[in-house]
């Protein structure tokens, strides 16, 4: 009896919590105050997979960079062949 109870002041507590508790739109976790956020448009994004894009986002210059150096070698093998 005292395990339904206990049940049944979770599932209320729950409830009267999910207005504070986010759902990240990346990673799918759901986070309540420990785990901070942002909305960016009407989605919610977690700090951990915003310092993730931010990374990818300070690195892109490199990728650019190794794709273009990629595709001109890739260019000049296919001069140097007569293809």
């Known amino acids: 009896m005292d395990s339904l109870l206990e049940g049944k002041r979770m ?3 729950a409830e ?3 207005e504070d508790m986010n759902h990240c739109h990346l990673c799918e976790r759901i986070a309540y105050k420990k785990l901070r956020g942002k ?6 994004i ?5 310092k ?3 990374e990818i986002l300070d690195t892109l210059d490199e990728w650019e960079e190794e ?4 595709e001109e070698m890739k260019d000049q093998l296919d001069e140097n062949l007569g293809l």
């Open 16 to 18: 009267h919590r999910t």
């Open 39 to 44: 909305e960016v448009g009407q989605k919610w």
């Open 67 to 70: 794709v273009a150096m990629g």
């Open 52 to 54: 993730k894009l931010k």
């Open 11 to 13: 599932e209320a507590y």
């Open 46 to 50: 977690c700090i951990d997979c915003l």
